[in-house]
């Protein structure tokens, strides 16, 4: 029963939680998780997962196939559980920003958009 | 030293956070309507807005978390649509009133029209979020915001209200049909004040400043004597409105027309005075709407933000912040008057507060955040009390005044 109790509390910690990188950039947050069905009938974690689909699942399994329609999995990201250093309100990622395809996409606005808007401090 | 000259940072900063164009709108209008009948709701309204500022700055100081942080954390990302949704809705026409009100402040003071100053009122905003550190964008306009005395010399001058006003005090002069404006006012000036967009920019505030356990007084002192000091100027312009407008039947349209309140004590320096007041509180105001909504995005999703970073460093919450600014000018571009768009704001932000605020009493009691320092039975009582009067009092006004058609 403990053990059970556990587990819940850890997916209470991850679910919605900062992403923070080793260089101290906030990239996100745990939008929702995946899980493996292992032969011996327990569910192991394997992948947090960031996104606007998986947002959107979150308000309503019915607008899933909108989203996957509209998003085609364009803008979401995976980061496997291996990479979380530390679990906690802030979830501590062992890799930098740039290592994460989430971790870019500040760099992609200040690259694509922002490069067009003077002082922006490039 | 360095401690209480923060606490004097503190203070301007809170003046600042308090008066905006919804406070000079409703309280100048409230005055010229119903003479001091509505002191009651500013002090209200002050006695809550002490009350939540001190909370959320307390909870970031030994949380070291920001107000939108701990919604979603606890509440999860659908709880959190909610407060994130309304408040951009709220907040956007409040911004776009208080750009508004800057432009009408620069065009007291060049006689050119408000609508052809409109945009050069929202690049000065922008220019000063996209790039202006912190510390400026706190202290700048807070203290500008100082000219707010003035208000208080001209009750001086004009040798304070006079004798037959006072019963307006305890028995308000309501005439027939005018009791959904009554309702209407007390709604706005309930909105104007307690406004979530403060609880955002205020944590937030607390982080760029680096706020712990050692803040604590310095966060206790900054949100007594800084609303205090902000609800000082609000029931001064409500007197200047109740001596010198209502005698002409004014019933203060316009923030121009509100000027005359200043201009009666004091002449043209009056009328100036009140320029200077009305850009500063527009001004920060502005600055404090347009972080506060941007704040709450970026912590909500879990980006980078800051002022003291480039751009560049916080691009997310850089290019919210714009896009924010670009929608309140849009919505500002369909010419409607920024008195009437700051009270229309003021009582939307009314109707939604009990979904902005209800987390705050679950986060303000919650052990895990603040140890020993979780609210007391009284301060809970007390804001449960603001959360259901300023709905109630939005629910009922809101249809009445558009059935009446309008302020």
Redesign the interface.
């Known amino acids: 029963m403990a053990g059970q109790k556990d587990q819940l509390l850890v997916m209470h910690n991850i679910i919605d939680n900062q992403l923070e990188t080793k260089d101290q950039c906030k990239i996100g947050r745990v939008a929702d998780i995946e899980a493996e069905l292992c032969d011996d009938g327990k569910l192991v974690l394997t992948n947090l997962v960031t996104g606007p689909q998986a947002l959107a699942t979150r308000i309503s399994s019915r607008l899933r196939p909108v989203a996957e329609f509209l998003l085609r999995g364009r803008f979401e990201h995976h980061i496997p559980i291996s990479e979380v250093k530390e679990i906690g309100p802030t979830l501590r990622l062992r890799g930098m920003a740039k290592d994460y395809s989430v971790g870019q996409s500040d760099r992609w606005i200040a690259e694509h958009i922002l490069r067009w808007i003077p002082g922006n401090g490039r | 030293m360095k401690k209480w000259f923060s606490i004097t940072l503190g203070i301007v900063t809170a003046t600042g956070g308090f008066l905006d164009a919804g406070t000079v709108a409703t309280s100048g209008e409230a005055g010229a309507k119903f003479g001091l009948g509505l002191i009651w709701a500013v002090l209200l309204a002050t006695v809550a807005v002490i009350l939540l500022v001190e909370m959320i700055g307390r909870f970031t100081a030994l949380s070291q ?1 920001t107000y939108a ?1 701990a919604i ?2 606890n509440f ?3 709880f959190y ?1 909610l407060p994130l949704i309304s408040g951009i809705i709220a907040e956007s026409l409040l911004l776009a009133a208080e750009i508004g009100g800057i432009a009408i402040a620069l065009s007291l003071f060049t006689g050119i029209s408000w609508h052809y100053l409109f945009p050069v009122a929202a690049l000065l905003v922008w ?1 000063l979020s ?2 202006a550190p912190f510390s400026l964008i706190e202290n700048g306009p807070a203290l500008l915001g100082l000219i707010t005395l003035s208000f208080l010399v001209g009750i001086v001058v004009l040798g304070g209200p006079p004798r037959e006003l006072l019963p307006t005090l305890w028995k308000p002069d309501i005439k027939q049909g005018e009791l959904a404006d009554y309702l209407f006012l007390v709604a706005a000036i309930l909105g104007a004040t307690i406004s979530p967009y403060l609880l955002y920019f205020y944590s937030s505030g607390a982080r760029e400043e680096k706020w712990s356990r050692d803040s604590l007084l310095l966060n206790r002192v900054t949100a007594i004597v800084g609303m205090s000091f902000g609800s000082l100027g609000s029931i001064s312009l409500l007197v200047l409105g109740a001596i010198v407008l209502r005698p002409l039947n004014i019933s203060s349209s316009t923030l121009g027309e509100l000027g005359l309140a200043m201009a009666k004590p004091l002449g043209p320096l009056g009328a100036y005075l009140f320029a200077g007041a009305l850009f500063a509180t527009c001004l920060g105001a502005a600055l404090e709407v347009m972080l506060g909504v941007s704040y709450n995005i970026a912590q ?6 800051g002022e003291n970073k ?7 919450f ?2 919210v912040l ?1 896009i924010i600014l670009l929608v309140a000018v849009a919505i500002g571009l369909f010419g409607t008057d920024p008195l009437q768009l700051a009270l229309l704001a003021s009582t939307v932000i009314a109707l939604f507060l009990p979904i902005s605020l209800t987390p705050f009493l679950f986060i303000m009691n919650d052990p895990d955040y603040l140890g020993d320092h979780t609210n007391g039975r009284f301060a809970n009582i007390a804001i449960i009390c603001v959360l259901i009067i300023a709905f109630i009092v939005a629910v009922i006004a809101l249809p009445l005044e558009i059935l009446t058609g309008g302020g």
């Open positions: 978390k942080d979603r954390e999860g990302f659908k649509l220019i996209w790039r909500g999703f879990g980006w980078e933000w480039k751009p560049v460093e916080a691009a997310r850089n290019l714009t």
